[in-house]
């Protein structure tokens, strides 16, 4: 099966892309490879559809020039039949969209990933861009939270990331059972990992997730003397064209597709609805 690869010049017109892995990753999340010969940036995204259901936008969850993860949860139409798909299967994509997370202008610093439960996906793509260009940045952290040990994304990526980064995972409620007590990780809000990690105030922060993670760990990173711009956040909203026609994604003057959907918290802090 070949996948059509096209750049038709109309920014509408989606690639038919071949399934080629599948990975489980919780009760109702997986993650898709299809193979896709692209050039994008960590922390953009792809409008992902199937024609006669509909379309969504989801992030990046992998640096490769040759294939896209996207990590799926079942919320909805597009997406329960986008998780029913196998290998050899389809998915329609187009893009990629938005401003990603500046890591030209990062060279050279300390580098520290945030991200919770879903928002993790986008964190996953920086990773591996950093495995890719690994000597060209500092210390590498990697900090992510979720509810349950049931809910923790990419476990089969975590033994080679606390080799090779400064990696911790957190969970907001203790894990039960037999497994309990084999499942090192911290418990409570990932705010704790910040507050008492080693980190540089010249350092440069790339988050993604829940609204109130975003918010409480952004002061924890100032507490640590980090400057305002040099926190990245990642907004999750809903963007249904991905080129700043339709307006559904305007937030505080700003289209998240076009002008996001990574700011600077100094700017994101004072976008509201």
Known sequence: MKTENKDTGNPYIPNK????RVFDETHDIKTFRVEFKNNHKPGQFMEVSLPGIGECPISIASCSDYY???????????????NSKRIGDYLWIRGPYGNG????????????????????????????????????FGKITVFTGFRH????????????W????????????????KDAKLIKCSIGVVTALIDKA??????VALMCGPPAMIKFAAQSLMN??????????????LMSCGIGKCGHCELGGKYICRHGPVFSYDKAKNMTD
């Not at 892309?17 to 080629?20: K, L, M, S, V």
């Not at 400064?166 to 907001?172: I, M, P």
């Not at 080693?198 to 350092?203: L, N």
């Not at 400057?227 to 907004?235: A, D, P, Q, R, T």
């Open 68 to 82: 896209m993860d996207f990590c799926v949860r079942d919320v909805g139409n597009v997406t329960h039949l986008i």
């Open 149 to 160: 040990y049931e809910d923790v994304l990419f476990k089969r990526d975590m033994e080679n």
């Open 224 to 237: 640590k003397g980090l400057k305002e711009e040099n926190v990245y956040i990642s907004f999750e909203r």
């Open 198 to 203: 080693d980190i540089s105030r010249d350092a």
């Open 17 to 20: 892309c071949t399934i080629i």
């Open 101 to 136: 997370y500046p890591m030209d202008a990062l060279k050279g610093k300390d580098i520290i990933m945030i991200g919770g439960g879903t928002g993790t996906a986008p964190v996953k793509s920086v990773i591996e861009y950093l495995l890719k260009n690994r000597k060209d």
């Open 162 to 177: 606390k080799k090779l980064f400064n990696y911790e995972f957190t969970l907001d409620c203790a894990p039960e059972g």
